[in-house]
């Protein structure tokens, strides 16, 4: 701020900056892994990203379900 009290279009602009870039809406890595995060604990104990069940479980199937068509698209064929 200068002496006279008012705030100058820098510090406007620094300070509005500041609020979107922590954002998670702004973001769009961290409003993902916002989504894509455990409901109850986001974060383990060693601080690292904990994926939701769902996601690890949807995961699960869609690996399976390639891995039955390229067994029976590649390996029938020989």
Not at 3 to 21: C, D, F, M, N, W
Not at 40 to 56: F, N, Q, T, Y
Request: no cysteine.
């Amino acid at each position: 701020m200068d002496a006279a009290g008012y705030i100058t279009p820098e510090e406007v602009r620094l300070a509005l900056q500041k609020v979107h870039s922590e954002g998670i809406e702004t973001n769009p890595e961290k409003a993902l892994r916002h989504a894509l995060a455990d409901d109850l604990k986001p974060v383990d104990e060693r601080g690292r990203w904990k994926p939701s069940s769902l996601v690890i479980l949807v995961g699960v199937i869609v690996s399976a379900l390639l891995g039955v068509f390229l067994y029976f698209s590649v390996g029938m064929s020989r």
